[in-house]
């Protein structure tokens, strides 16, 4: 089965609405790691090795890796939020590589 | 700082041919990675190489795939007698090389193979 687990996989929102995306592990993991993806772009780190909450703008990222889940917060959604958001696991292998989920798409509408 | 940079930007093979796909890192990054994106499949990890040597290729399709670091200014990603099943966009990322999954990764723009 699939080790990331995202949901939901879109959500269109009005401009100013916030938005709550979430990230489920099948399995143990090392870290994980959030990015952003516009169509045809490409992949932006937004939030790496995060524990607990931690916050860069009008983005919030709440991990608890001992249960094997992250969220995603965007406040006040923008336009220009619209695109891809993915998360990715380490899994405790050791071999660095990262497993991605299918990601969620986020459309902002005016 | 350019970022990761991969040539070219797409590439059109007809099926049977050669590709061969470019990636330069991050100055000063000992990891380099390669990852494929499709639509049905997502992005699935590649290989990996640190400081310019393999690591873990257990992501490269054992036949026609190969992927080499001759030096640290840049790797490559070659696919013999390509098939259409290997249309994809092949990414390229580096990291600083120190703490594996728990550091940021830089992606290039990839490249978009399509194989007629």
């Known amino acids: 089965g699939q080790q990331v687990q995202q949901s939901p996989t879109s959500l269109v929102l009005q401009e100013g609405e916030n938005a709550e995306l979430q990230c489920n592990f099948s399995t143990s993991l090392n870290s994980m790691q959030w990015f952003y993806q516009r169509p045809g772009g490409s992949l932006i780190s937004v939030f790496y090795n995060p524990s607990g909450t931690k916050q860069s703008g009008r983005l919030t990222s709440t991990t608890v890796i001992k249960e094997r889940r992250s969220s995603l917060h965007i406040s006040s959604s923008q336009i220009t939020d619209s695109g891809t958001y993915l998360c990715a696991m380490e899994p405790p292998s050791g071999s660095w590589q990262l497993i991605f989920g299918s990601g969620t798409q986020l459309t902002v509408m005016p | 700082n350019a970022g990761v940079i991969q040539t070219p930007r797409h590439k059109v093979t007809g099926k049977g041919q050669e590709a061969t796909l470019w990636c330069e890192p991050i100055?000063?990054?000992?990891?380099v990675f390669w990852y494929r994106q499709t639509i049905v499949q997502g992005l699935e990890f590649l290989t990996y190489f640190r400081n310019q040597a393999p690591i873990d290729d257990s992501g490269m399709p054992k036949e026609r795939f190969s992927a080499q670091m001759p030096n640290q200014s840049h790797s490559t990603l070659k696919i013999q007698s390509t098939q259409p099943q290997d249309s994809a966009v092949y990414l390229c990322?580096?990291?600083?090389?120190?703490?594996?999954?728990?550091?940021?990764?830089?992606f290039g723009h990839g490249t978009k193979l399509s194989v007629l």
């Open positions: 100055s000063g990054h000992s990891a």
């Open positions: 990322a580096s990291s600083q090389g120190g703490q594996g999954g728990n550091e940021r990764l830089f």
